[in-house]
């Protein structure tokens, strides 16, 4: 009874990642994409030993999701950007 009390690791290591990837510019892509891995093995860990934090590994994909998107955005708008300021300084 004791072992379905305790939350899995992988679920609070996921949902950290994803926060930080939502936060640390263009680390927070590679942070995503740990978090989603840390994501799927705590699912798999919590259906084979029945532990907490299905929850926690949810919010944990879901924000590292985000994160990622965000970051692609961010990266894509300041490539747009400085590409635009060196045609503009060129021409």
Not at 24 to 39: A, E, H, N, T, W
Request: charged fraction near 10%; charge should be positive; glycine fraction near 10%.
């Amino acid at each position: 009874m004791s072992e379905k009390n305790q939350t899995n690791n992988n679920s609070v290591i996921s949902l950290t990642l994803g926060i930080l990837s939502l936060f640390i510019p263009f680390i927070g892509f590679i942070l995503g994409i740990i978090g989603i891995v840390f994501s799927n093995k705590a699912v798999k860990e919590i259906n084979t030993t029945n532990e907490n934090g299905r929850g926690l590994a949810t919010a944990g994909l879901i924000c590292s999701i985000i994160g990622i998107i965000l970051q692609v955005l961010a990266i894509l708008g300041y490539v747009a950007f400085f590409s635009m300021t060196v045609v503009n300084n060129n021409g």
